[in-house]
């Protein structure tokens, strides 16, 4: 089976993530060695720091010093994690910085928003406005999506995708909680969210699959990389 990794800061001299291009090299063989071999590449966007001009030249020129190192054997597809202010509003479009040719867009906001009345009207304005799928990153970071089934059943309903990063099925604590989410279909991707060999640990990828297979079935797997994969087949296409 496929895994796909929808989530990383794998390119060099982008963000907070790889420093340089051996780091990001060696990220990817500890992803390709845990059967990941597709990846997305998603670089902080933050739209109140940055013009989205300015953030696609830089993204561009990091992945061209890392493309030559990448190996045949990897898939990788281009995205952005967008931090979401009210200043990306000024965007004509967010197309740039979905997944590839997608319309899917993985966003970031602050952890303490409820989701709930201005902030659950203005994810609605983002996805009319723009016509875009958005994706919650890292989920179990929201105390108000965490603990609350219902509430990302309702966001669920506009078409909202939920992300994980890998490393928090490890904590039994975190787990638990996310085991109900899956009861409940509420997970669609998996990411290493990886930043450097350190940082949610990729070289626990594959350990995750492993816990989530013997806690729930191989089926949850299975049906997250099937999505991940028509996901991906979009975004390259």
């Known amino acids: 089976m ?7 800061h794998i390119l060099p001299e982008m963000d907070d993530g790889a420093e340089n291009v051996e780091v990001s090299k060696k990220i990817l063989n500890v992803l390709y060695s845990q059967g990941v071999s597709h990846i997305c590449l998603t670089p902080h966007y933050y739209s109140h720091k940055e013009s989205m001009e300015d953030f696609l030249k830089r993204r561009e020129y990091c992945y061209n010093l890392l493309k030559p190192h990448i190996s045949k054997e990897i898939e990788i597809c281009l995205g952005a994690e967008v931090y979401v202010t009210d200043i990306i509003m000024n965007n004509t479009s967010l197309k740039p910085v979905c997944y590839g040719n997608s319309s899917y867009i993985l966003l970031e906001f602050p952890y303490k928003t409820t989701f709930e009345g201005s902030s659950y009207d203005f994810l609605i304005r983002l996805i009319n406005r723009y016509g875009v799928k958005p994706i919650l ?19 669920s309903s506009y078409g909202i995708k939920f992300q994980t990063n890998a490393v928090s099925y490890l904590d039994r604590g975190t787990f638990r909680k996310l085991k109900k989410l899956i009861k409940y279909g509420l997970v669609d991707f998996i990411g290493s969210d990886a930043h450097n060999l350190v940082r949610n640990s990729p070289h626990k990828f594959g350990e995750a699959i492993e816990l989530i297979n013997k806690k729930t079935s191989p089926n949850v797997v299975r049906a997250i990389s099937h999505f991940s994969k028509d996901v991906f087949e979009d975004a390259v296409k």
Do not use: T, V
């Open 137 to 155: 990153a890292h989920i179990e970071r929201y105390p108000s999506l965490i603990g609350n089934p219902k509430l990302m059943q309702d966001l």
């Open 2 to 8: 496929e895994l796909y990794d929808m989530h990383s």
